[in-house]
């Protein structure tokens, strides 16, 4: 066992939990693959260094790992949850092109690190999500980095024209069937 499995173990332990073979290999699998993973693509990392582990074994290692604060779910919105080592509280960043998630520090540190306006219940955490075009692809992508410029890209990475066409097509449809729908009465 190296240092940083010894490491892991006295992480575990320190949680209350016990350093089952699954937890270990979730939590050194996420440590070495770093950034922000899906269970999935922890599972095919584990698969492809010779690990033999079931998906839903991933699944429940992440979630215990998750709720004893070794590993944190990274609110980034919509699609597959997306796990990372905890590593303290801070905020995420989502290109609209690529979907890379980058972390962002949090001025203060600590969750909840916003506040509401009035009496709407305790507050154990808050979240923010920064989202736009990322570095990588505004150099990338220079007719995509005028039409950001301009906010002529939706939140989806389309681009505004692309967005007319289709709510065009999907319009046009609609008429249609509804004439055909209107014939056959």
């Known amino acids: 066992?190296?240092?940083?499995?010894?490491?892991?173990?006295?992480r575990i332990q320190a949680a209350g939990m016990r350093a089952t073979g699954p937890r270990l290999a979730v939590a050194a699998a996420l440590e070495e693959m770093g950034g922000h993973r899906t269970a999935d693509?922890?599972?095919?990392?584990?698969?492809?260094?010779?690990?033999?582990i079931p998906r839903a074994s991933v699944y429940n290692a992440l979630a215990a790992l998750t709720g004893a604060g070794i590993?944190?779910?990274?609110?980034?919105?919509?699609g597959p949850a997306v796990y990372e080592v905890n590593r303290g509280w801070h905020?995420?960043?989502?290109?609209?092109?690529?979907?890379?998630?980058?972390?962002?520090?949090?001025?203060?540190?600590?969750?909840?690190?916003?506040?509401?306006d009035g009496a709407v219940g305790l507050v154990e955490q808050a979240q923010v999500i920064f989202r736009g075009?990322?570095?990588?692809?505004?150099?990338?992508?220079?007719?995509?980095?005028?039409?950001?410029?301009a906010g002529n890209i939706t939140p989806e990475g389309s681009t505004r024209e692309q967005?007319?066409?289709?709510?065009?097509?999907?319009?046009?449809?609609?008429?249609?069937?509804?004439?055909?729908?209107?014939?056959?009465a």
């Open 91 to 116: 905020h995420h960043f989502v290109c609209r092109i690529c979907r890379r998630v980058s972390d962002v520090d949090c001025e203060v540190g600590t969750s909840p690190c916003l506040t509401p």
């Open 1 to 10: 066992m190296g240092t940083s499995d010894a490491g892991l173990v006295e």
């Open 41 to 52: 693509e922890v599972h095919a990392h584990l698969v492809r260094a010779g690990t033999r």
């Open 133 to 149: 075009i990322c570095p990588e692809c505004l150099a990338g992508a220079p007719d995509r980095t005028d039409a950001a410029a």
């Open 71 to 78: 590993c944190a779910v990274a609110d980034v919105g919509h």
């Open 163 to 184: 967005l007319r066409t289709r709510t065009a097509r999907t319009s046009t449809d609609r008429v249609r069937a509804r004439r055909t729908d209107e014939e056959d």
